[in-house]
C-alpha cells in the first residue's frame, strides 16, 4: 500500500519539484521582471495572463490524457509493480485520484513567480504548509477510523493530495489578487512573448529538475526490489529538509536579484551575490550532509521503526540516506549556479549539462543496481549530482559570470573543517548514544536521545565555526538583519 501511494504521490510531486521549486520560475521570472520594469505594470500583467491561459489549457489536455492512459503511465514509472496486480491496480487508481495535483501545482509555480519577482516571498514559501497540514489531517482521520494498513487509508490520502492542491492555489490566487495583479483568463494565443516564454521554459524546466527527474529514474528502477520505493522515498524525505530549507529558498531568491543587478549593470553586486549564496548555503549544507552521512541509523530508527517498519527497514533506508547525503552539497550547488545562467536568459547551457547528468545517472544507476539495491541507486543520484554541479560552476567560472572573492576562498575551507570536527564528535556521541535509541526504551527517551545528539552536533559545529573563524553569532545576526 505504502509504495502503491509512494508512485502515486511522486508522479504529480514531480511536477510541483520542476514548477513549484524554481525549474518554472527560471524562465518566467526574468520576462515578467523585465516586462514590470521596462513596460510598466500593465505589461506584466497582459503577459502573466498570456502564459496563464497557455498554461491552463495545456494542462487541462494533459490531464485528461492523463487519467485515460495512466494504467500504461504506471506501468512506465514502476513497472515492477506488473509482477502484484493488486499492487498495480491500487497504484493506477491512486494516482487517477492525486493527478490534478500536477495542474494545480503549476498553476501555483505561475503565482508564486509573479509574487516572487514582486519581492514577495512569503506567501508563495508558506503555501507547501498547506499540504502538509491538509496529510496530517487526512492521516488523522485514517488512523480514526482504524484504516490501519488498509488500502482505504491510502485512498484518504490521496484524496487529501488533490484537495492541498486546490487549496494552495486558491491562497496564492487570493495573494496576487492583493497585490493587484489578477489573472484574467483570455483565448490562449501564441504571441511573440508567449513563444520566448515556451522556448526558454522547456529547456529551463528540465535544467532545474534534473535533480526530481533523477529520483523519479530512481523510482522506476526501484519498483523492481520489493520496498526499495519506500525505502528512497524515506530517505529522499530526509536529505530533501535540509535541501528545501536552503537550497531551493536560496535559488528562488538569487534568480529574480541577479536579473535585477544584471539589467542595471551591477556587475560587483552581482558576484557578490553569488560568492555569498555559496557561502550561505555550504554554512547550512556542509554539516547537514555530514550529520546524515555519520548518523543516518539513529535518526531513521527514532522517526521511523514502529509498526511495520522494523529493524531491516531501517538498515535498508539508513543505507540510502548515507548515500543521498554525499550528493546533498552538490544538490544545492545546483540550485545557486543555475540562476546565473537563467538571468542571462540561457536555459539551453544548463539542459545540456542535466542531460548529461541523467546519462551518469541513468547508467549508473542500472550497473550498481544489481549488486547493491536501492543504494546503488541513490549512489548514481548523488554522483550525477556532483557533475551537474562541477559542470555548472566551472562553466560559470570560465565565462566571467562567477568570479570568486577572497571571503568565500577564506570561509569554504574552515566551513569543510568545522563539519568533520562536528562529524568526529557526532560519531562518538553516536556510540555513546547507541544503547538509549533500541526499541526497550519508550519512544520519548528514544526522541530526547536523538534531540541530544542533535544539539551535540550543532553545538560542536558551531563552536568549531567560532573558532576557525568560518563564521560567528556576529556575523550571523548581521546578515539577518533586515536592510532598509
Not at 510598466?40 to 492512459?69: R, Y
Not at 502538509?132 to 488512523?143: D, E
Not at 490521496?158 to 484574467?184: E, M, N, P, Y
Not at 543504494?375 to 551537474?388: C, K, L, P, R, Y
Amino acid at each position: 500500500i505504502a509504495d502503491a501511494f509512494f508512485v502515486a504521490f511522486r508522479f504529480p510531486n514531480l511536477f510541483r519539484r520542476l514548477f513549484g521549486e524554481g525549474a518554472f520560475n527560471a524562465a518566467f521570472i526574468p520576462l515578467f521582471a523585465k516586462e514590470l520594469e521596462g513596460d510598466g505594470k500593465q505589461s506584466a500583467k497582459n503577459f502573466a495572463n498570456q502564459v496563464a491561459s497557455v498554461l491552463i489549457t495545456a494542462l487541462l489536455i494533459t490531464t485528461a490524457l492523463a487519467e485515460l492512459t495512466m494504467p500504461w503511465l504506471i506501468y512506465f514509472i514502476a513497472p515492477g509493480f506488473s509482477e502484484n496486480p493488486e499492487k498495480l491496480d491500487l497504484a493506477i487508481f491512486l494516482t487517477r485520484i492525486t493527478f490534478p495535483y500536477l495542474a494545480c501545482m503549476s498553476l501555483v509555480a505561475l503565482l508564486s513567480g509573479m509574487l516572487n519577482a514582486l519581492d514577495k516571498f512569503a506567501a508563495a514559501a508558506a503555501v507547501p504548509i498547506l499540504l502538509n497540514v491538509i496529510l496530517i489531517a487526512a492521516m488523522s482521520i485514517a488512523a480514526a477510523l482504524e484504516l490501519n494498513q488498509t488500502a482505504t487509508a491510502g485512498i484518504i490520502l490521496s484524496w487529501g493530495v488533490a484537495i492541498a492542491g486546490f487549496a494552495q492555489l486558491f491562497l496564492l490566487l487570493f495573494c496576487v489578487t492583493r497585490q493587484d495583479f489578477a489573472l484574467k483568463l483570455k483565448r490562449p494565443r501564441l504571441t511573440p512573448q508567449v513563444k520566448k516564454f515556451l522556448w526558454l521554459s522547456i529547456p529551463g524546466i528540465l535544467a532545474g529538475g534534473i535533480t526530481q527527474i533523477n529520483i523519479m529514474i530512481g523510482t522506476i528502477i526501484a519498483s523492481m526490489q520489493e520496498s526499495a520505493v519506500s525505502f528512497l522515498y524515506y530517505a529522499d524525505r530526509l536529505y530533501q529538509l535540509p535541501l528545501g530549507i536552503v537550497g531551493i529558498a536560496i535559488g528562488v531568491v538569487l534568480l529574480p536579484e541577479l536579473s535585477r543587478k544584471l539589467r542595471a549593470n551591477e556587475m560587483e553586486a552581482v558576484h557578490d551575490a553569488q560568492n555569498r549564496s555559496l557561502e550561505f548555503s555550504a554554512l547550512l549544507t556542509m554539516p547537514a550532509a555530514v550529520a546524515l552521512f555519520i548518523i543516518p541509523e539513529p535518526i531513521i530508527k527514532v522517526l521511523f521503526e514502529r509498526g511495520a517498519f522494523d529493524a531491516s527497514a531501517t538498515t535498508a533506508t539508513s543505507a540510502a540516506l548515507a548515500a543521498f547525503a554525499i550528493g546533498l552539497p552538490s544538490f544545492v550547488l545546483i540550485k545557486v549556479f543555475s540562476p546565473g545562467f537563467f538571468a542571462r536568459e540561457d536555459t539551453k547551457t544548463p539542459m545540456i549539462f542535466a542531460g548529461i547528468s541523467m546519462i551518469i545517472n541513468v547508467s549508473l544507476s542500472i550497473l550498481l543496481f544489481a549488486q547493491y539495491k536501492h543504494v546503488g541507486i541513490a549512489i548514481a543520484t548523488s554522483v550525477a549530482g556532483w557533475a551537474n554541479a562541477l559542470l555548472l560552476g566551472i562553466l560559470l567560472y570560465k565565462r566571467g559570470h562567477f568570479i570568486i572573492d577572497r571571503v568565500l576562498v577564506s570561509k569554504l575551507p574552515r566551513i569543510i573543517l568545522s563539519s568533520l570536527i562536528m562529524g568526529l564528535v557526532l560519531y562518538y556521541a553516536g556510540h555513546y548514544a547507541s544503547p538509549y535509541l533500541s526499541l526497550e526504551y519508550g519512544i520519548w527517551v528514544r526522541f530526547l536521545t536523538l534531540f541530544a545528539l542533535v544539539s551535540c552536533g550543532v553545538l560542536a559545529y558551531g563552536l568549531s565555526a567560532e573558532i576557525t573563524g568560518a563564521t560567528s553569532l556576529k556575523s550571523l545576526k548581521q546578515s539577518l538583519r533586515p536592510k532598509r
